[in-house]
Nanobody
Framework: QVQLVERGGGLVQAGGALTLSCAAS????????LAWFRQVPGKEREFVAA????????DYADIVKGRFTASRNSANNTMFLQMNNLKSEDTAVYLC??????????????????WGQGTQVTVSS
């Protein structure tokens, strides 16, 4: 069973930066493809970024390209999301997800088996 715990959310002004982390426990971290999604009330879960199980390939939603960077650290079983130049429309609950099949990671919520509880990011304009 994989457990994912997100940290690092908070309140930030537009143009500011935050770094989120997602700590994983359970089966070996090296077999997971990982992703960040976000969700606001009344809307569907939205893809943000994915990183493959090797850490060598990342994919991003167009709306965050050039502003967000996903990375992973296998030494401490943690994934990060560095978010720069935040905008009010980035306000959401950010969730990390994992699929333990040594894959690339996809952009659909159904591509992932395990989810964290989420961390709130609020960007004030």
């Amino acid at each position: 069973q994989v457990q994912l715990v997100e940290r690092g959310g908070g309140l930030v002004q537009a143009g500011g930066a935050l770094t989120l982390s997602c700590a994983a426990s359970g089966p070996p971290f090296s077999v997971y493809a990982l992703a960040w999604f976000r969700q606001v009330p009344g809307k569907e879960r939205e893809f943000v970024a994915a990183i493959d199980y090797t850490g060598s390939r990342t994919d991003y939603a167009d709306i965050v390209k050039g502003r967000f960077t996903a990375s992973r650290n296998s030494a401490n079983n943690t994934m990060f999301l560095q978010m720069n130049n935040l905008k009010s429309e980035d306000t959401a609950v950010y969730l990390c997800a994992a699929e333990p099949r040594m894959g690339r990671g996809g952009s659909a919520p159904t591509d992932y088996d395990y989810w964290g509880q989420g961390t709130q990011v609020t960007v004030s304009s």
